[in-house]
């Protein structure tokens, strides 16, 4: 399935770094299109700069996480490129699934469970 992952960020590069982009590379999820929404393009080259140059930059003119969050809404919208988007944190360290009340545990294959959810 042909999707991609939209992830807005505001001055946080050094966190989406280790968190998010750790967790989507350890689960073999980077190899399809990675979008990271920032506010301007001098917030892209920080990003780039911190060693994030492999990803698409959108830059969005959006004042603070909330409104870039108000922003991909719309965007995503216009777009008929992809089947699905995944909108995903920049802070996210692991995505857990619930075996039942009492337990949880961290998706072994978060590539696979995407897939599953979005054909569901």
Do not use: W
Not at 2 to 30: F, M
Request: with cysteine; proline share 2%; net charge positive.
């Amino acid at each position: 399935m042909k999707y991609e992952i939209a992830i807005p960020s505001y001055k946080r590069a050094d966190i989406l770094k280790s968190k998010t982009l750790k967790l989507l590379q350890r689960h073999g999820v980077n190899n399809c299109l990675i979008n990271i929404f920032v506010e301007s393009k001098e917030m892209a080259e920080e990003y780039m700069a911190n060693g994030m140059q492999h990803y698409r930059y959108t830059i969005t003119h959006c004042k603070g996480i909330c409104e870039t969050r108000n922003f991909l809404r719309t965007h995503y919208r216009e777009q008929k490129k992809y089947d699905a988007v995944v909108y995903i944190d920049d802070d996210i360290e692991d995505i857990f699934e619930f075996l039942n009340k009492k337990m949880v545990e961290p998706i072994k294959d978060l590539k696979g469970f995407l897939d599953h959810a979005f054909k569901t």
